[in-house]
RNA sequence: CGGGGUGUGGCGCAGCCCGGUUAGCGCGCCUGCUUUGGGAGCAGGAAGUCGCCGGUUCAAAUCCGGCCACCCCGACCA
């Protein structure tokens, strides 16, 4: 392949729509191009990256037992009423017409469509387990595009499907396609997590996260040296020996707390540790109120919050309404005397105070050591906490520690969830009809190159893991007019193609300074110089990574490619 | 959707406040000559409805109004 003759638009300047490291790359790299928000296309280079990792995944899915197949991107609308996902989907779900007026969806993920194959195609027990798996372009209106490919508008995924008898039949799939998104990563040389996460709006019980590890990942997760990661989202804030209130056991008192309101002003004035203050949170959920107690050092997790009331609205009250529901104003909330209709739910980090400050539901009023079951009562205590660094490892007795990943894999146990939704059953070898009992496996295969470019990068520019560089070498002659520079480039690439090697000849005549740097950019492994050591016979070979640079004979140059690529 | 920002040749930017000649700079691109080991030199050249629509004015990239697109921060996810 030549340069001179390939579309490989590089880019000097850093564009200013690119924010992270990995999309500024892939647009100075020339391996995309921005059609509009999150839609992208894949130039010749990019384009090889994304057929490498596909075949990876299709050679690991392969193996594992799975099916490839290819299903429609346009779907009737009527699958996803079905399903009941319509609603769920809301306004990420890309939507069109036809001509006739009748409303179709792009497809965001197969759930609904290999559903209405199993309920029709699969009938008995016998046919399971099944697995299905594809690679193709999915549609999400997603509402903030960002980091180039990482969260496109359309994007490429691998999304598999398994359909099972029973549980353990599914466990056992489960485990397969788990190791199977081990190899995947690994093969492509990144480093990563599998961390217990939450499931979405796909459903089901059981779920796991790969998260490639990358600075400006989108995803925190909390990990430990035992093992054991989860997903912050996902996190239970553990109690550990120093999360306890500030106060005694004495009789409750209030205290004047003149325009203290918020928990910093209260710790200060009180001169009391904020993680000892309790802080009351008043929410309006579906058409009740609640209100949450949780340390005041700590962050409501939203999605914990909402997993309680499920399919109900959850606002925070306004302050008005505030002052309706407790008597006092924002600020100084708190649970003692509150309301009998208002739900109190506790964080389960305050079972393990003895005694709290909290609001006095009275303006610049405080009340210190209210007592849970004296003073107040609190209706449950759930796990409501954002977790953070720090927190005790449920496992074991050490620490967990942040770290910052992108998604690119994600399994979930379905169970019945849309087998139920779109009654599909089999026949059972009791003769009964049963619901199939689902696994879904979704992997980002545009989104891994830039994970990948995430983790391999420097000053100047990508640095490809060598099983999924565009190409293995690039020839660079210094000189592409010197015409035994340029016999010598050829006669070396023909070598390097018998042996099966992608090669780039930079033939343009350009000085050698930008093809340098233009080589080092786009990241190939390794560059073969042809220059004035040919006088010599010989040539450069540099090691992108490393930028090691060694010389050897023109004709040992294929041999070391060849250990390069077998080690 | 809420908050912030930006739209000027292919890319990165200046000009806008304080309206006034042919709208500028760097990079890239084309032609010729020279050059060829770290983003070459000289000479010549092509390329812009200043995001769009409307308004104010003798005169608008510049002032005013509306719209659109894109980027960043939040909720969403492979």
Redesign the pocket.
Same mark, same amino acid.
């Given at each position: 392949m030549r340069w001179s003759e390939s579309c490989i638009p590089?880019?000097?300047? +850093?564009?200013?729509?690119a924010?992270i490291p990995s999309h500024k790359l892939m647009l100075r790299a020339g391996l995309i191009k921005?059609l509009? *928000?999150?839609v992208y296309t894949f130039l010749p280079l990019g384009f090889k990256v994304l057929k490498k990792i596909e075949n990876i995944i299709r050679e690991e899915m392969d193996s594992a037992g799975c099916q490839e197949v290819l299903m429609p991107v346009m779907h009737p609308i009527e699958i996803y009423e079905e399903s009941g996902r319509i609603k769920s989907f809301g306004p990420?779900l890309f939507k069109l017409h036809d001509s006739r007026n009748r409303l179709f969806a792009l497809g965001p993920?197969h759930e609904e469509v290999i559903t209405r194959i199993a309920r029709e195609d699969m009938q008995s027990y016998r046919d399971l387990p099944q697995s299905i798996y594809q690679i193709l372009i999915k549609f999400?209106d997603?509402? =903030?595009?960002?980091?180039g490919v990482? =969260? *496109?508008r359309e994007?490429i995924?691998k999304d598999a499907y398994s359909f099972h008898a029973d549980d353990k039949s599914l466990d056992g799939t489960y485990r397969k396609m788990e190791s199977a998104y081990r190899n995947i990563i690994e093969r492509c040389g990144l480093e990563y997590r599998i961390v217990e996460a939450?499931s979405?709006?796909?459903g089901g019980n059981e779920s796991h996260?790969f998260m490639v590890l990358a600075e400006n990942g989108? +995803?925190e997760i909390l990990s430990c040296g035992c093992g054991y990661s989860v997903n912050l989202e996902k996190a239970s804030a553990a109690l550990s020996a120093d999360v306890k209130g500030e106060g005694t056991l004495e009789a409750m008192e209030e205290v004047s707390t003149p325009g203290a309101s918020t928990v910093a002003e209260v710790s200060d004035f009180l001169e009391v540790k904020s993680s000892g203050i309790v802080k009351t949170l008043l929410y309006r959920a579906g058409d009740r109120d609640i209100a949450v107690l949780i340390p005041g050092d700590r962050e409501i997790n939203?999605?914990k919050l909402s997993a309680l009331f499920e399919g109900e609205d959850i606002r925070f009250l306004e302050p008005d309404e505030i002052e309706d529901a407790t008597g006092g104003p924002q600020g100084f909330s708190g649970p003692v005397g509150l309301n009998d209709q208002i739900e109190i739910i506790a964080d389960r980090l305050l079972e393990g105070f003895g005694s709290m400050i909290v609001g006095a539901n009275r303006a610049d009023t405080h009340i210190i050591n209210a007592v849970a079951g004296r003073d107040f009562e609190v209706d449950r205590y759930e796990y409501l906490a954002m977790a953070r660094e720090g927190d005790q490892c449920p496992n074991c007795d050490s620490r967990l520690s942040v770290n910052k990943g992108i998604?690119?894999?994600?399994i979930f146990k379905l169970g019945t969830k849309y087998s139920s939704a779109m009654d599909a059953t089999f026949l059972d070898s009791d003769g009964k009809g049963k619901h199939f009992i689902m696994g879904c496996y979704?992997?980002?295969v545009?989104?891994m190159i830039a994970a990948a470019i995430e983790q391999n990068y420097d000053r *100047?520019g990508i640095i490809w893991p060598r099983e999924i560089t565009p190409l293995n070498v690039i020839i660079l002659p210094?000189?592409s %007019?010197?015409r035994e520079l340029m016999d010598a480039a050829e006669k070396l690439e023909s070598e390097l193609l018998e042996m099966g090697m992608e090669i780039l000849i930079d033939d343009r +005549?350009?000085?050698?300074?930008?093809k340098?740097? +233009?080589s080092?950019?786009i990241g190939i492994p390794l560059r073969i110089?042809?220059?004035? %050591?040919?006088r010599e016979g010989k040539v450069?070979i540099?090691y992108r990574e490393s930028m090691e640079?060694i010389e050897v004979p023109l004709e040992e140059a294929s041999a070391v490619v060849k250990k390069y690529y077998s080690d």
């Open positions: 590089t880019l000097k300047e +850093d564009p200013r729509e924010e921005k509009t *928000a999150g990420e993920t999400r997603e509402i =903030r595009p960002r980091y990482i =969260r *496109a994007f995924m939450e979405g709006y796909i996260e989108e +995803d939203d999605i998604e690119v894999g994600h979704g992997f980002g545009s989104r *100047a210094v000189n %007019k010197d +005549d350009l000085s050698p300074g930008v340098f740097k +233009d080092e950019l110089t042809v220059g004035n %050591k040919l450069e540099l640079v």
